[in-house]
Nanobody, 115 residues
Framework: QVQLVESGGGLVQPGGSLRLSCAAS????????MDWYRQAPGKQRELVAG???????NYADSVKGRFTISRDNAKNTVYLQMNSLKPEDTADYSC?????????WGQGTQVTVSS
């Protein structure tokens, strides 16, 4: 059974930081490309950051320079370090694992940026 479990969300003030984690089980984690997505109320889900199995990175323009994605294959975990958070970063953040035709989602973790 495949599981992706996100953690690390919460309430943070503007300018603050959070680190999200997504722990995977039931897959050969190292061969999967891993992405973080977010969805704010009333908006479409958007890709925030991605890291390939080979370590290639990509970021949405809105988070470049503020967010960092990384992975630890020994721990089957992908991380999203979020710095200089803004109110517009408020959303439900989900991780996604994909390899060829296989595609899995976590349940999401809420991030709220507010004073």
């Amino acid at each position: 059974q495949v599981q992706l479990v996100e953690s690390g969300g919460g309430l943070v003030q503007p300018g603050g930081s959070l680190r999200l984690s997504c722990a995977a089980s039931g897959i050969i984690f190292s061969i999967y490309d891993m992405d973080w997505y977010r969805q704010a109320p009333g908006k479409q889900r958007e890709l925030v950051a991605g890291i390939s199995s080979g370590g290639s990175l990509n970021y949405a323009d809105s988070v470049k320079g503020r967010f960092t994605i990384s992975r630890d294959n020994a721990k089957n975990t992908v991380y999203l370090q979020m710095n200089s958070l803004k109110p517009e970063d408020t959303a439900d953040y989900s991780c996604n694992a994909h390899y060829r035709w296989m595609n899995y989602w976590g349940q999401g973790t809420q991030v709220t940026v507010s004073s």
